[in-house]
Structures are given as structure tokens and as C-alpha cells.
């Protein structure tokens, strides 16, 4: 009995050792080892939130706690919160219109930065894409050459009806944000349009010039003879000389598209669950980078030219034009609802969202839990 009693309890002190040693052997917590995040952008001032966060970071960091330290310029940062790093950030240039949207539903990216209509296309699909915040607003330019007769709206809709021939209106993707507001317009003024070359009989021929850095060649080369398009595209377009600015798209009728949400900050569903953290992180940066879009032209200006290439001249003629906030108030809801009913009415919705409710649609193509986490840390640090 004795020797019973003392086998079990060796069998039990084993037991325990080997359970410690499993223990002390574990992984440590998977929430402090750093992730790699990669953060897409297009390439133009629309994103200039990101050009002005990572150019300033050093600096919001001794407010928010929140710092990138580069690695390789614009292109690698380390992510630091409160001196441990978090996150490595590769940051990736991707191309406009549908290519982000793609881009993050095939795990090339993580985040993305990009027009709100690609976006709300891409969820339609079943893309497993959804808008985190709000970006930008405005922006978006309706331009022709500089020795056109068409000096405002008015001039082209009496210009479209009376031709014998179709205007060559250039866009820079199929779901580009100037290209739904410019048929909307189109559709309200009677206006037969096309993109297709065998539809003789429309007033106005649309071109894809696949790319936003095309429209101003093809508007030179006289492939087309006007363009719609983002700033700073047409900024450029006058300061060379190859094109004029007519009106900005968001004053075209019937003004549903006034003060319109164009950019918006986008992420895959998984980075959203397992990259929460260092996107929570970058969201504060961005933040902060708004404040200092919206009190300080010089800031923005020097950032845009240094990241996109563009010189001061066309920066301050370009910036101007457009919005920049991360915030989801009433506002911002309710562009959003015209978006979804314009690309309802379109018929650019052909999957989930088709005559779907704008309400609903929002409930699917949205996440905010991440820009919320970001405010509320962003308040904190600023006690």
C-alpha cells in the first residue's frame, strides 16, 4: 500500500513538472508581436491625410504617442505606440478607381485609400471590403481644352445637343467618382451617352483612358476633348496649359453630388479582425494629419509636392478645392445616401446592394468600430 501511495504521488510531481515546462515553452501573447500592414494609396492629394502623417509623425507623437520611424522613405515605417513597436508598415502605390478596392480584396493590401463609388462597387460584389472612415470630399473637376468654345456647363449642354458628331469626354475608370457624377448629370439633361464606339447616335462619346495620370496625354494628343477627373489632374492640366477648368463637378445639376464624399479609407474584413491595433494606430495619425491639412496650407502643400511630385503652384490651386475630414456626421450620411441611390439609378449595383435601401447598404459596406477606438484615444492623450 505504501509504495502504491508513493508511486502515484512520483506520478504526480511528474506531471506537474512536465505542465511547467510546457508552460515556460508557450508562445508569447500574439497581441505584442508586431504585424506588417500594407497601406495602398493612388498617388494624388486626395490621400494627402497619409503624405501629411507620415512627413509630420515625429511631431503628433508628442501628443498622441503615436510614431512611424522610417525605414525606408515612403515606401517602409515602423510603427511605434508609446515606444513599442507595433506594426511595419509597407506602404504600396496602387492604382485608382477599382484597382484599390481589388487590390485589398485580394490581400494585396491591407488598407486602402480610394474613391467611395469603387469602394461601395467592390462590397456589391461580395468583396470582403468595407469603408472604415471618411476621407475627403469635392474635388473632382470637369475640364477641356484651352481653345474649346464651352466656358461653363450651360455652353456644353447647348454644345452636346446641337452636335453632329459625339463629344469625346475622357474618364478614368469605370467606376471612377467624376464619371457616376458626370452621367448623373448627363441622365438629368437628356443627354444620350455611351462608352460604346458603335452607339453613332449619342451626343456624348465617354473614353476610358485607363488612369488618372492618361487624362491630361490623351486630352494633349487630341484623343478626347474633354475630360472628367480629380484633382490634381486638372491643376496640372492649366498649369501646362493643355486643358481648362470648366466648373467643378459638384456644382453640376442636379445637385445631388454637392460637397460629395469622393476618398474614403478602406479595409479588408481580416485586417479589420486581426490588424486592429496598428490601423487604430494610423487612424490617429490621420486624424491629427487633418487638423493640420485644415489649419496649415504650407504643411500640406510641401507634403503633397514631395510625395505625388506636383509642383507648389499646381498644390495650391489643387488643394483648395477640396474637403478633408475623418468625420462620419450627418452631413457626410447623407452624400453617401445620394452615392448609393445615384449608383442604384445607374445601374452600377448588380449584386447584393441592387435596389437595395441606402440604409441597409450602409449597415453592410460599413465598419466605424476602428475609427470610434481611434477618436476616443486621440481625446485621451489629449487631456
Not at 222 to 245: H, M, Q, S, T, W
Not at 246 to 269: K, Q
Amino acid at each position: 500500500m505504501k509504495r502504491t501511495t508513493k508511486g502515484l504521488m512520483l506520478l504526480m510531481l511528474t506531471v506537474l513538472a512536465c505542465m511547467a515546462g510546457c508552460s515556460r515553452k508557450s508562445p508569447p501573447d500574439e497581441s505584442a508581436t508586431p504585424v506588417t500592414l500594407k497601406l495602398g494609396h493612388v498617388g494624388h492629394d486626395h490621400h494627402l491625410a497619409l503624405f501629411v502623417a507620415f512627413d509630420n509623425a515625429e511631431e503628433y507623437a508628442q501628443k498622441s504617442g503615436i510614431n512611424l520611424k522610417v525605414v525606408e522613405d515612403r515606401k517602409l515605417y515602423e510603427l511605434i505606440e508609446n515606444g513599442q513597436k507595433i506594426a511595419d508598415v509597407e506602404v504600396i502605390k496602387v492604382g485608382g478607381g477599382s484597382k484599390m478596392p481589388a487590390a485589398l480584396a485580394q490581400g494585396i493590401i491591407d488598407v486602402g485609400f480610394g474613391g467611395v463609388a469603387p469602394v461601395l462597387a467592390s462590397n456589391d460584389s461580395g468583396a470582403p471590403v468595407k469603408i472604415i472612415s471618411p476621407l475627403h470630399s469635392k474635388g473632382d473637376m470637369f475640364v477641356v481644352k484651352p481653345d474649346s468654345p464651352i466656358k461653363s456647363w450651360g455652353d456644353f449642354v447647348e454644345a452636346a445637343q446641337s452636335a453632329d458628331k459625339p463629344i469625346r469626354i475622357g474618364y478614368k475608370s469605370p467606376v471612377a467618382v467624376a464619371k457616376v457624377i458626370f452621367e448623373e448629370a448627363l441622365t438629368h439633361e437628356g443627354i444620350s451617352f455611351s462608352g460604346n464606339p458603335a452607339d453613332a447616335d449619342v451626343k456624348v462619346r465617354l473614353i476610358n483612358t485607363k488612369g488618372g495620370g492618361k487624362l491630361n496625354v490623351c486630352l494633349g494628343g487630341d484623343l478626347i476633348d474633354g475630360y472628367v477627373g480629380n484633382n490634381p489632374f486638372p491643376a496640372i492640366a492649366a498649369e501646362k496649359k493643355i486643358g481648362r477648368i470648366v466648373c467643378d463637378l459638384e456644382d453640376l445639376p442636379p445637385g445631388t453630388f454637392s460637397n460629395h464624399p469622393c476618398c474614403c479609407i478602406a479595409a479588408n474584413s481580416d485586417a479589420i479582425e486581426q490588424k486592429a491595433e496598428a490601423i487604430i494606430a494610423l487612424l490617429v495619425l490621420f486624424q491629427q494629419a487633418n487638423e493640420t491639412i485644415n489649419s496649415d496650407l504650407d504643411k500640406a502643400v510641401a507634403a503633397a509636392t514631395r510625395w505625388i511630385g506636383t509642383s507648389e503652384t499646381v498644390e495650391r490651386m489643387s488643394i483648395p478645392t477640396s474637403g478633408y475630414s475623418l468625420e462620419q456626421n450627418q452631413q457626410w450620411q447623407s452624400a453617401m445616401n445620394a452615392w448609393i441611390d445615384a449608383m442604384n439609378r445607374l445601374g452600377i449595383f448588380q449584386g447584393t446592394f441592387k435596389e437595395m435601401p441606402p440604409e441597409k447598404v450602409c449597415q453592410l459596406s460599413y465598419d466605424m468600430s476602428l475609427l470610434n477606438q481611434a477618436k476616443e484615444k486621440l481625446a485621451l492623450s489629449q487631456e
